[in-house]
């Protein structure tokens, strides 16, 4: 039953799971995460402030997650819904996430999307309730974790699609238009204010 996320361990550089008996047999524990929000900027000023921004708003309503850019994101979704995501050679070092000097295996994108994938297949929902996402970050920007993320939607078959607000300050139109086409539900303008996020997250929570 979870024979595909123990082969998308071992593609990540995980240990196969030693042999045990059918009642300690290794389950996909279910999302319990209060990670609601997930937060993504390669600034990390820009994440101090809106982490902290949306703290103060939700009044502890909430727990707030932090990526650098779109892959790292990925990462921390496959980690709040399965607990852990075994780090290959390219993806081990987590100064690499905050510097964005990551070199890009497509090997290991791969294995992060297939874990994806699979633990989503499982739970039948994200383990946050909204993500504030920056469009322009190194490794993956904005556009093309949008496109990954509603790509995975659709092969899962969810219905109802994750809310993915594009936090930016261009005012160049077609980006804008890039990254509503690839899927994000709206788009808040930086330097945002307090009152941008109201509506999103009494919505939400």
Same mark, same amino acid.
């Given at each position: 039953?979870?024979?595909?996320?123990?082969?998308?361990?071992?593609?990540?550089?995980?240990?196969?799971?030693?042999?045990?008996?059918?009642?300690?047999?290794?389950?996909?524990?279910? !999302?319990?995460?209060?990670?609601?929000?997930?937060?993504?900027?390669?600034?990390?000023?820009?994440?101090?402030?809106?982490?902290?921004?949306?703290?103060?708003?939700?009044?502890?309503?909430?727990? &707030?997650?932090?990526?650098?850019? =779109?892959?790292?994101?990925?990462?921390?979704?496959?980690?709040?819904?399965?607990?852990?995501?075994?780090?290959?050679?390219?993806?081990?070092?987590?100064?690499?996430?905050?510097? =964005? !000097?990551?070199?890009?295996?497509?090997?290991?994108?791969?294995?992060?999307?297939?874990?994806?994938?699979?633990?989503?297949?499982?739970?039948?929902?994200?383990?946050?309730?909204?993500?504030? !996402?920056?469009?322009?970050?190194?490794?993956?920007?904005?556009?093309?974790? &949008?496109?990954?993320?509603?790509?995975?939607?659709?092969? @899962?078959?969810?219905?109802?699609?994750?809310?993915?607000?594009?936090? @930016?300050?261009?005012?160049?139109?077609?980006?804008?238009?890039?990254?509503?086409?690839?899927?994000?539900?709206?788009?808040?303008?930086?330097?945002?204010?307090?009152?941008? /996020?109201?509506?999103?997250?009494?919505?939400? /929570?």
């Amino acid at each position: 039953r979870d024979t595909g996320l123990k082969s998308s361990f071992m593609a990540l550089g995980g240990r196969r799971p030693e042999a045990e008996g059918p009642s300690h047999s290794r389950k996909i524990s279910p !999302c319990q995460s209060r990670a609601n929000i997930l937060v993504i900027d390669d600034n990390a000023l820009n994440v101090k402030l809106m982490k902290r921004t949306i703290q103060k708003l939700v009044r502890g309503r909430a727990q &707030v997650a932090t990526a650098y850019h =779109g892959l790292h994101a990925i990462r921390e979704l496959v980690k709040l819904m399965l607990g852990e995501v075994p780090d290959s050679r390219s993806l081990a070092a987590k100064d690499s996430w905050k510097s =964005g !000097c990551f070199e890009d295996d497509d090997d290991d994108v791969q294995a992060l999307l297939l874990a994806l994938r699979e633990a989503l297949a499982v739970h039948r929902r994200w383990p946050v309730r909204c993500i504030l !996402c920056d469009i322009h970050m190194p490794v993956m920007g904005g556009v093309e974790f &949008v496109t990954r993320l509603r790509k995975v939607e659709v092969e @899962t078959g969810l219905t109802i699609p994750l809310p993915v607000y594009a936090v @930016t300050a261009t005012d160049h139109r077609p980006e804008i238009e890039a990254i509503l086409a690839a899927g994000a539900t709206g788009i808040i303008k930086k330097p945002f204010a307090r009152s941008d /996020l109201v509506s999103i997250f009494t919505a939400i /929570l």
